[in-house]
């Protein structure tokens, strides 16, 4: 089974392919560590020859759940996919979540994949209200020749629709 999660920040993506990776037993990649070098004194951006190879090598395998906001250049993820899922989660919903992993990783109660500042808070709100006038029209427009795979959905909590 090869899953593909697509949503703006905030929308329950990583949640929702956790769900999933441990429900179904698949390998979760989040998109975001193939784009960045996780390093202890800060990420680093990957080239894009690394960063195409590494997701290259991913969808490759037999089964795998892949999750990000990124489009423009998983194409082949989409094409790949059994299933994709779209998560179309009302803007306050996840400016509330923003805020909520903001506050709960900057407490030190749950760890994040990056350092959490008032810098990154207000780039995510950013993306955040981006995403819905730019990448959502692009991401609607890429998916339409795929739409019999297309899953979308307003609420994480529907995993066994999603499976069937």
Known sequence: MKIHIIGSVGSGKSTLGRR??????IPLYELDNVVWHRHENGD???????RDEEFTRIINQKDWIIEGVHHTWTTKGFQEADIIIYLDTPIAVRNWRILKRFTVQKL???????????SMLKKMYQWN??????????IMTMLKPLEEKVKIMTDINSIKEITR
């Not at 680093?44 to 690394?50: A, D, G, L, M």
């Open 44 to 50: 680093i951006r990957n080239s894009p020859e690394v």
């Open 108 to 118: 030190g109660f749950e760890k994040g994949n990056y350092k959490q500042t008032w």
């Open 129 to 138: 209200y981006q995403f819905e006038r730019v990448s959502k029209p692009e």
């Open 20 to 25: 999933m990776s441990a429900e179904m037993d």
